[in-house]
């Protein structure tokens, strides 16, 4: 463009100079013929001469010099004042002057015309250039096609790279070049663009047989856009007319051609084409409107699927069937013509009905979806929105579908076998994996059509005795053995009574086995020795977010928390007392595989690794002889706790293997009791992991520490209460009396050898009842009072037990080992102590 100004303003000042030029000598020339006549007529001479007097002469010669003296002026641009050259143009001229007067170039029909080409040619000339700077400058990199995504797309994949979900306008399913039969590759080809092999991204014979046909229509009759040009426009344009988006998509379309080839430009554009209905390539239009594989379809549901890209809303068979017939038999012809199908092919799709089997897009729907929901409610907290909207998002997630199909059918034959029977209406679980937090399974409810309220992150219930367990990791992290001994009888705090399951008290009983048999008020007599905040700071820092009440009746599980928040903090025993944070996504890419977000979280040391190992020691025997024996697997190290909330509302296990923790909850939504039990949902964790336990290896709990000379690793912060009545089994009823006299009980010595096994009797399965009710009164690690006048207010008689139901029926699973063979005898016992059962029997 720049050389083809240069050459017209060459061109102009050539005419110019030699107009100039051209002038003067002419103007020259007459001046001095003029002079030879006035010379001639003096001298007197025959010949014919004008009829000329001196004045008449002078007159002209005047007239003479002035116009020469105008044009001269306007050659040069030197004309003094328009005024003044308007009254000498408009002065008459003598025949002479008329006789050598010039005509400058710009009064020429010829010079205006030459210009007006110039101009014609120039504009869009710079315009092309213009706009080819401007592609060439900013030109994308046209291998994005190959990973291009619209807008506010997000595919969500599952652990092992299973499909879980696709939101926003994507291909549900995508296929490579080889995956797509060649009819339906060359169906779009003769519907679209016929000589897509002969073209190199834009087809200027099509171009000028389109502009033919719809000048001579008087409109839009036929296109000329080529398959790579579609391309083009889906990947990098809009959908604007103008003239300036063709020509960029002329110029990416020979782009694409050039660095994917022939064989890549096709597939994507099959792959990514709108053909209606929701359908985003040949792959989603097979399964939405006919429920088959592209591998499947007759020749006329190819045609009629090609058929529909120039306009899937006017060609769509769910909204047009005759019109789509139409269009489809239009395709079957170019199809016959360019040699795709053979005559009998064409003639026996033409005699085809048009016969629809409409079906969902495959992955619209998440067959996870309380999954599913949890993650994209996440990606707001992990990315901008800017980010969000700009779609092509893949997320990769921690779910484990084969554990998560088995999740869900737990739950639901739980419900079905034992809802109506033990009145709870819902059900969730929730499994991680305790050594990375990763989210292998989560079903937040039995019917998600019905509520699609997640039981799993959003329902906050009473953990019940479930949270003991972070009572006893506290007092074993103080240094306190589990062969301390408590007193198992009444005892009133401060006015708050705690009450064992049906009122009865075993006496003397240590740690170990007030924890297997869930014994509520040795749990609250602990508590009041390592203090709220010990208890409080470290079940936070296993894992629980939510805020726990300083109240006596912490030690029953009266705060609520979620069963997510509560089976992770379990997974910190399993872990040999490290924690990460659950969650549920790993990583995030968007289309050009840039990583948007990873999970990089380090776990953290929740507890000491010591405290850790003794209290899953504790927590098996739990499942081994104690109130979550139906979660016991044969020949697999199973520890956990079960835990029953006031009335029986809300009944939970949470259990964990070396390898995976599983948390289950059971009751109603309105918290109306129910009559079911904790081995209940022992049970289902049981049916759960039963499904898949054989796949994983049979790793070990790491050994039992000495549990003796241990120093601990936290510092206990003693309550003291200002009234308590600590009673004796078998004595006589104590009024309320001040607080006992401090006794160590992290100093204890331990025994220099394990004592004798001994076998316990059955356990019962129910779970005792809580009572969480206190009086209004303040709490603090330096002691409690009583608001008013202090008066010794005796709290109200706790309710009536309710007997649980039968239990549900235990896994059968195989009979115990026999027990080893005894050790020496142990030395003598303090005889305050009582008998211990040993860690072997375990």
């Not at 997320?395 to 109506?420: C, F, H, P, R, S």
């Not at 081995?679 to 000495?706: G, H």
């Not at 009842?769 to 706790?798: H, I, M, R, V």
């Not at 016992?829 to 375990?842: D, G, I, K, T």
């Amino acid at each position: 463009m720049a050389n083809l100004f240069s050459q017209l303003k060459q061109w102009s000042d050539r005419v110019r100079n030699t107009s100039s030029n051209s002038a003067a000598r002419t103007t020259q020339q007459r001046r001095s013929h003029t002079r030879s006549a006035i010379r001639n007529n003096h001298n007197g001479n025959g010949s014919a001469r004008p009829n000329h007097t001196p004045h008449n002469i002078g007159r002209d010669l005047s007239s003479f010099e002035a116009t020469a003296s105008e044009i001269a002026s306007k050659q040069n641009g030197r004309v003094n004042s328009s005024k003044a050259s308007a009254k000498t143009l408009t002065e008459p001229a003598s025949p002479l002057a008329k006789s050598i007067a010039i005509q400058a170039p710009y009064k020429k029909p010829l010079f205006w015309l030459l210009i007006f080409l110039g101009a014609s040619i120039a504009g869009p000339s710079a315009r092309f250039y213009q706009i080819w700077a401007e592609v060439n400058e900013a030109v994308p990199d046209v291998t994005k096609a190959l990973t291009y995504e619209r807008s506010g797309t997000i595919t969500l994949k599952s652990g092992n790279g299973k499909i879980l979900q696709k939101v926003g306008p994507t291909a549900q399913e995508s296929l490579s070049y080889d995956e797509i039969p060649e009819v339906v590759s060359q169906a779009f080809i003769a519907a679209e663009d016929r000589r897509y092999y002969e073209h190199n991204g834009v087809d200027y014979r099509s171009i000028a047989r389109a502009s033919v046909a719809n000048l001579t229509s008087g409109g839009v009759v036929e296109g000329a856009s080529t398959i790579t040009q579609q391309l083009a426009r889906l990947t990098f344009l809009n959908q604007d007319r103008s003239f300036k988006r063709k020509f960029k998509e002329a110029i990416l379309a020979q782009r694409l051609e050039k660095e994917l080839g022939k064989e890549k430009v096709l597939e994507r554009y099959l792959n990514l084409v709108y053909l209606g209905a929701g359908a985003y390539g040949v792959a989603d239009a097979a399964w939405i409107y006919f429920g088959k594989t592209v591998d499947k379809l007759s020749v006329a549901e190819i045609a009629l699927i090609a058929g529909m890209a120039p306009a899937p809303s006017l060609y769509s068979p769910l909204v047009n069937p005759e019109i789509a017939r139409q269009q489809r038999d239009k395709v079957i012809s170019r199809m016959e013509a360019n040699g795709v199908i053979t005559a009998a092919q064409a003639s026996s799709a033409y005699q085809a009905e048009v016969t629809l089997e409409p079906q969902e897009p495959k992955y619209l729907y998440s067959q996870f979806p309380y999954f599913t929901i949890y993650i994209k409610k996440q990606l707001d907290q992990l990315l901008t929105p800017e980010e969000i909207e700009a779609g092509g998002l893949v997320v990769e997630t921690t779910l484990n579908t084969e554990w998560q199909t088995a999740a869900e059918k737990t739950v639901e034959e739980i419900i079905e076998d034992y809802g109506q029977w033990q009145s709870f209406e819902q059900a969730s679980l929730v499994a991680i994996d305790p050594k990375t937090g990763e989210i292998k399974a989560m079903v937040g409810g039995n019917d998600f059509d019905e509520s699609q309220f997640n039981r799993v992150t959003q329902a906050q219930r009473q953990p019940g005795s479930t949270f003991k367990a972070f009572v006893y990791a506290t007092a074993i992290a103080t240094g306190m053995s589990p062969y301390k001994g408590y007193e198992d009888a009444r005892y009133v705090v401060d006015g708050y009574e705690p009450k064992n399951y049906g009122g009865s008290f075993r006496g003397n009983v240590d740690l170990k086995t007030a924890l297997a048999r869930s014994v509520n008020i040795v749990a609250v007599k602990l508590l009041v020795d390592v203090g709220f905040d010990p208890v409080i700071a470290l079940a936070h820092r296993m894992g629980i977010e939510s805020d726990l009440l300083s109240a006596y009746s912490l030690a029953l599980g009266s705060s609520e928390v979620n069963l997510l928040e509560l089976t992770s903090a379990y997974g910190a025993f399993a872990a040999e007392g490290s924690h990460v944070a659950p969650h549920g996504i790993t990583r995030i890419t968007n289309t050009q595989g840039d990583v948007m977000y990873e999970f990089d979280e380090q776990p953290k040391q929740a507890i000491d690794e010591d405290t850790a190992s003794i209290m899953t020691w504790m927590l098996e025997a739990v499942v081994q002889g104690g109130s979550g024996s139906n979660a016991a697997i044969s020949g697999r190290q199973v520890a956990g706790k079960t835990g029953t909330s006031e009335k029986n509302r809300d009944l939970w296990f949470i259990g964990y293997t070396p390898q995976l923790v599983t948390g289950v909850w059971m009751g109603n939504d309105d918290s109306s009791p129910t009559s079911g039990a904790s081995s209940t949902a022992a049970l289902a964790w049981y049916k759960f992991v039963s499904q898949f336990i054989d796949d994983l290896p049979n790793e070990k709990f790491p050994e039992l520490p000495p549990l003796s000379g241990r120093e601990g690793t936290l510092k206990a912060k003693p309550i003291n209460p200002r009234r308590v009545i600590a009673e004796k089994v078998g004595a006589p009823r104590e009024e309320e009396s001040s607080r006992r006299s401090t006794e160590s009980y992290y100093e204890e010595p331990e025994p220099d050898s394990e004592p004798t096994p001994q076998w316990e009797p059955e356990p019962d399965y129910s779970e005792p009842e809580p009572d969480y009710s206190e009086p209004e009164s303040d709490y603090s690690d330096g002691g409690g009072y009583f608001d008013g006048d202090g008066s010794n207010n005796a709290p109200a008689p706790a309710p009536a037990p309710v007997l649980a139901p039968a239990p549900a029926p235990p896994p059968v699973i195989a009979p115990p080992p026999p027990p080893p063979p005894p050790p020496p005898p142990p030395p003598e016992v303090p005889a305050e102590e009582p008998p211990r059962p040993s860690v072997l029997s375990n």
